[in-house]
């Protein structure tokens, strides 16, 4: 019997998946904290980010047929007014300290199914966390509805990609799947709240929280993958005849 060493050929990355929903301010505002807390960490060149879809309202209406954010919050999901004028401000304070324009009272609450799918399709090109970031600011910023596929082809065509991909996907089944499976994977997983961030599938971070602790968790989750990625992988050989590169055969 004897051990031989495994050599790494491939430079692996640490994976860091989010499951986030266009619709959730704390998404945007948390995505913002993550790519600054990134620029702020020694390790960023080793990792690989993965978008997740989530979708808080799957009922929603589709294909620019949204209506306003708080007629929504208030008539389909149930807020007592005066909540939604504290979770403003709330929102309104993290906004503004990251210089992010807050136009959320105004934003138009609609199907995220379609936005998902333009940023699967741009996943392909890795123009998914460009696509992701003009969706969020369509919503946040602008008070555009993310769901008119006029507005999913400007975004997609100003990020890169093709306007006859773009439609074609749009109108075809491509993607609806992926949506349902990254949603069961959240479930199966537990979480049930975006954003979530899963780091190596060993750190999570719930919800928007300040740079620092971004930067401190991907410390955290880095030297712990890096620990396990450097310690040396030996396999355990039981050998038996066999034949050699040269042709020979044992007898």
Known sequence: ????????????????????????????????????????????????????????????????????????LTQTAGYPEENIDRMFDGVKHLAGEVGVTFNLPNAIAANTRDAHRLIKLAAKKGLDTVVLGKLSKAYFEEAKDYSDWELLVSIGTEAGLEENEIRGMLKSDDYLYEIKQDMQEAA????????????????????????????????????????????????????????????????
């Open 188 to 251: 199966n997983l537990g979480f049930d709240t975006v954003p979530t961030f899963l780091m190596d599938r060993r750190q999570a971070i719930v919800g928007s929280e300040p740079i620092d602790l971004y930067i401190k968790v991907l410390n955290k989750a880095y030297n712990n993958w890096k620990k396990r990625e450097e310690e040396e992988t030996i396999v355990e050989v039981t050998k038996g005849k066999s034949c050699s590169v040269d042709g020979t055969c044992e007898i």
């Open 1 to 72: 019997m004897c051990y031989m060493e495994i050599n790494k050929m491939a430079k692996k990355k640490m994976k860091i998946e989010v499951w986030t929903d266009i619709m959730c301010p704390y998404c945007y505002i948390g995505k913002i904290h993550y790519e600054k807390a990134l620029q702020q960490f020694d390790h960023a060149d080793e990792v690989e980010l993965v978008w997740k879809a989530f979708q808080l309202n799957p009922n929603l209406p589709d294909k620019g047929n949204g209506y306003p954010v708080r007629e929504y």
